[in-house]
Each structure stands twice: as C-alpha cells, then as structure tokens.
C-alpha cells in the first residue's frame, strides 16, 4: 500500500483529485487530496497576500506529519510548492511525480516559465479562466464543476521566486506528460537530456521514469481511473527510463 499526497494547480482545490483519490483508495491505497492556502474551500479575502513560501509550508507541514514515506503527486503549478517542500524534508517523500509540469530551477518563479499569466492578474490574484478548451477531454459536467468550484488564485504565489538546496534531487521521480495540447513529451525530454546541460542530468538518473497519457492537461478531471492507474504504477517505479542512454552517454 502507497501513501499518496495529490497536489492541485492554478485555481483548484483538493476537490479536484475527489475521483482519483476514490480509485486510489479502491485500490487499497491511501489518498490525501491537498487544498493550498487561499483557494478552494480555503479561499479568503486575503488571497492576495499569500505567496509561494505559503504554499510550501503547506505542503512541508502535510509531508512533515506524516507517519511513512509518500508520493507526493503535483499537477502544473503545484511542482513549485511541491518541490519546495520535498526540498525541505526529501527523507519524507518516496517518490515525487510531475503531472504534466516540469522541475523549476532555484531563483525561478512560475511567471519566469509562463509570463502570460501575468496578462490576466487582477487585484492580486489570477482570475479564474473562462473555459477549458476541448482539446483536453474534459466532459461537460466535470467542466460545470470545475467553474462551480475554481477560486482565483494569490498572484504572489506565481511571482515570487522559488530557493532550493538541490536536496530533493535524491528524491525518485516520475514526470506523467498529457500529449493533448501540451508541450511536454518523452520526445522533449530526450532532446534536453542530449543538449548535455547539467540541468537535466537527473533526466536519465536510475529511479526516473516517465508515462505518457493521451490526455490533456487536466487529467484528474479527463481521464481520472486512467491517471490513478498510472500513479500506482509510478509509485512502483514502473515507466520509461532513460537511464540506458545515460550511461550510454558516460561511456
């Protein structure tokens, strides 16, 4: 049995993972859903007050009280937050998993990698987008829900910078890329591990694996018995690996 923390993006609460978290724990695992502060059933008036290092102590206490190992699971946004907090406590985590987002590097913000968001900021947060394109596969009725239930987001959160160690790069990981509409691809992680960067060294580091999902970019709400599927099988360290080419390449 696995311990899984599921981390949601921009504008969403822990209400997002409610399907994946079912299947989890229909699986006979254990499944926490996370809401940051500021949004969700957390949204305040002071939203625009709260910043990034907010949402990585969230999830650092989270990590902090728990009694095993996880796997800490972060959709888009939340591999800042979630990075931030593995940074922290790594002996907390078992496993790390991108869900269709990619690593950030110290002193960068979330605007740094999508300056557009800042095009919509409104009053110290981010308001919540007019529609999910139907390129992701969203059905209708997660789609109703999702705008019931999706609150702006703290502005600050997206702009402040994020400080890392590099301790959670001792951490597995796992990155889940959604190839409907998205930019992200075993193909492009090949192309940036052969620039020779040492940025994307742990790209082919033993315990790095990787899935691809004919999905788009919201798959807890597309495709969510297929995403569990995958997170179970992440957490056993199953997926693609490019740890051949990479000892390929140090020969």
């Known amino acids: 049995m696995a311990t899984f923390l599921l981390v949601p993006g921009l504008w969403m609460g822990g209400w997002a993972w409610d399907a994946v978290a079912a299947e989890l724990s229909a699986r006979g695992h254990r499944a926490t859903a996370v809401t940051l502060p500021g949004l969700g059933d957390r949204a305040d008036e002071d939203a625009a007050v709260i910043g990034l290092a907010d949402h990585v102590d969230a999830v650092a206490e989270l990590l902090q009280a728990q009694e095993r190992e996880v796997v800490l699971v972060a959709h888009s946004y939340a591999g800042f937050p979630s990075v931030g907090a593995v940074d922290r406590v790594p002996e907390k985590v078992e496993r790390l998993v991108f869900v269709d987002t990619g690593a950030p590097e110290s002193g960068e913000s979330v605007v740094t990698q ?33 705008r019931s239930l999706a609150t702006p987001h703290p502005l600050r959160t997206v702009t402040d910078p994020i400080t890392l160690t590099g301790a959670w790069l001792k951490v597995p990981t796992t990155g889940v890329f959604c ?38 970019h919201w798959p807890m709400l597309s495709t969510p018995t297929e995403l569990a599927d995958v997170l179970v099988r992440a957490a056993a360290g199953e997926g693609e690996s490019l740890v051949e080419e990479g000892q390929a390449r140090s020969r």
Do not use: C, N, Q
Request: net charge negative; hydrophobic share 45%.
């Open 114 to 146: 999508m300056p557009h968001l800042l095009e919509t900021a409104d009053g110290g947060v981010l308001p919540v987008p007019g529609g999910i394109d139907a390129v992701h596969g969203v059905p209708e009725a997660e789609w109703e829900r999702y």
């Open 179 to 216: 190839l409907a509409g998205g930019r992200l691809s075993l193909d492009v992680v090949r192309a940036l591990y052969a620039t020779g960067d040492p940025r994307f060294a742990k790209l082919a580091e033993p315990g790095v694996t990787f899935f691809e999902m004919a999905t788009g």
